[in-house]
């Protein structure tokens, strides 16, 4: 049995919102894949729950007016792999979440829920950080749009107050319109193992130049982050192959990633260069470039 | 506060209405207020999909489920596969293919190979399909080779 003290059912987002600000020790819980695990490890915190687990409300995947593209926080991966808009529109962002856990864990899991945990190794955030994603969150009356970069504050802390509920990643047609992407994750295992490094790459290609270029790592410092100096020296150079070696030299001065039982800061280091030239160069092929 | 809540679901085709502790998984409610010992608790945290059902013909993994989740939705577990004391396509392939040692995976095996089959009749799946979509599963007997012998013969009954 898990150690609950206390289990409420939200039947909406505002309904959520007033459970939590009621009961002020109480955690959400979604998928409950993290929560609990949590629960089951006995780890403090997480006996009172607010459950959105399958709320209608906050399971959506569609395109606006605007041809924004909005994936509501309760969306579990399967449903993402399996959207004719993703699909379309962002299939790195597929790639990305098929490679968390097995079918039972993507069948069950969120996207809203992988986010608010804070960790680096969240393997949709990067796909989000590099398609410059922007998280709408609700309170009390009240609604505040983020961008996933400063969403994330530090390890397993993420810009939520008390009473704030995630519910939707918007992505502007100016961040996918003309873009090609790649996501790529390296584990020990080839399945259910959580990420050494993952590396997502979004470009835009123009003549065989590149008009635009990101790059953004899960594991490779204390939360996901994108590498802004390697990314600037990028920008409006002509595809070669020598490029993508530079571009695996200028990535070391942006990244700090660290020793865990998993694997060696060096040895992360060498992943986090090997992974910047692979998927940039998948990146570039789906752009119709040649490399 | 009572820990109790009743909720009716219906397992394996038939409806049933329970009081539960709400504090229990899936998992718990079927081996132990059910008697339905089939799917089987291995790590309790989803990796090794040992306790794996069908939830409105969605795989999970019941011992991360919480019991109230499965509020007026259908449950099937590996009791209700064989109808009129034949099994089911899908076991019985695991038994020709000798996919059976310990038997431990097995139900949770048979639950992914019958949901991953459903969805997959007659196309023509990869090697690296199967693996994939039973990536949820662990067996520390087998070695995986007449597992996947099985999870073949479950998508092409008549090749051999
Ligand atoms: C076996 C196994 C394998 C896994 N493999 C991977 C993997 O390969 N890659 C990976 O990235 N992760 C993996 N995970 C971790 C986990 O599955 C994911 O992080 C998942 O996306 C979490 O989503 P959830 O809906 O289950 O979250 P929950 O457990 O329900 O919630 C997680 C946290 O988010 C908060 N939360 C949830 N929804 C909201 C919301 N709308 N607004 C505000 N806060 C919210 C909760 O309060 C909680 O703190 C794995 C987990 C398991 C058990
Ligand atoms: S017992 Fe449920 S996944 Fe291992
Ligand atoms: S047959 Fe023993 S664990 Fe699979």
Redesign the pocket.
């Known amino acids: 049995m898990f150690d609950l003290k206390k289990h409420m059912k939200a039947n909406s987002i505002d309904h959520a919102i007033a459970l939590l600000l009621e009961n002020p020790d109480a955690?959400?819980?979604?998928?409950?894949?993290?929560?609990?695990?949590k629960l089951r490890n006995g780890k403090p915190g997480f006996s009172e729950l607010v459950d959105?687990h399958s709320l209608e409300e906050?399971n959506f995947i569609q395109q606006d007016e605007k041809n924004n593209i909005l994936i509501g926080?309760?969306v579990v991966?399967t449903d993402i792999i399996q959207s004719d808009i993703i699909k379309k529109h962002i299939p790195m962002l597929c790639d990305a979440v098929q490679?968390?856990?097995?079918p039972q864990?993507r069948n069950?899991?969120?996207?809203?829920?992988?986010n608010?945990?804070g960790?680096t190794?969240?393997?949709?955030a990067s796909t989000l950080f590099a398609l410059n994603a922007v998280l709408e969150i609700r309170g009390k009356g009240t609604t505040r749009q983020v961008p996933v970069s400063d969403f994330y504050l530090g390890p397993g802390k993420v810009d939520?107050k008390k009473g704030?509920?995630?519910?939707t990643f918007k992505i502007t047609p100016e961040n996918y319109q003309g873009y090609f992407g790649y996501f790529y994750k390296y584990a020990m295992r080839n399945a259910?193992?959580?990420?050494t490094i993952g590396c997502a790459v979004s470009l835009k290609t123009k003549k065989h130049i590149i008009e635009d270029y990101r790059i953004a790592y899960g594991v490779a410092g204390p939360v996901p982050m994108r590498c802004p100096k390697t990314e600037k020296s990028v920008i409006n150079r002509k595809v070669s192959k020598s490029l993508l070696d530079e571009i695996s030299q200028t990535i070391e001065t942006d990244v700090s990633p660290r020793t865990s039982w998993r694997a060696t800061k060096d040895f992360r280091m060498n992943i986090i260069k090997e992974l910047s030239k692979r998927a940039t160069k998948e990146a570039l092929l789906r752009a119709g470039e040649e490399v | 506060m009572t820990t109790f809540r009743e909720i009716t679901f219906s397992i394996n085709g038939r409806p049933r209405t329970l009081y539960i502790d709400m504090r229990k998984s899936l998992l718990e409610v079927l081996r132990q207020d059910l008697g339905l010992t089939g799917a089987k608790q291995g790590c309790g945290?989803?990796?090794c999909g040992a306790c794996s059902v069908l939830v409105d013909e969605v795989l999970v993994d019941s011992c991360?489920y919480l019991a109230i989740w499965a509020d007026n939705k259908n449950i099937r577990t590996i009791e209700g596969e064989a109808k009129n004391g034949k099994l089911s396509r899908v076991q019985q392939a695991y038994v020709d293919e000798g996919a059976v040692q310990c038997g431990f995976c097995t139900p949770g095996f048979i639950m992914a190979t019958t949901s991953f089959t459903q969805k997959c009749t007659g196309e023509k799946i990869t090697e690296d399909e199967i693996r994939k979509s039973h990536a949820?599963n662990l067996c520390r007997c087998t070695g995986y080779q007449n597992i996947l012998k099985a999870v073949e013969k479950s998508i092409h009954p008549d090749k051999e």
Request: glycine share 18%; charged share 10%.
């Open positions: 955690r959400l819980i979604a998928g409950g894949t993290d929560v609990l695990i959105i906050l926080s309760g991966f490679s968390i856990g097995g864990i069950i899991a969120t996207i809203g829920g992988n608010c945990n960790v190794s969240a393997d949709s939520l704030e509920i995630l519910t259910m193992d959580i990420a | 945290v989803g990796e991360i949820g």
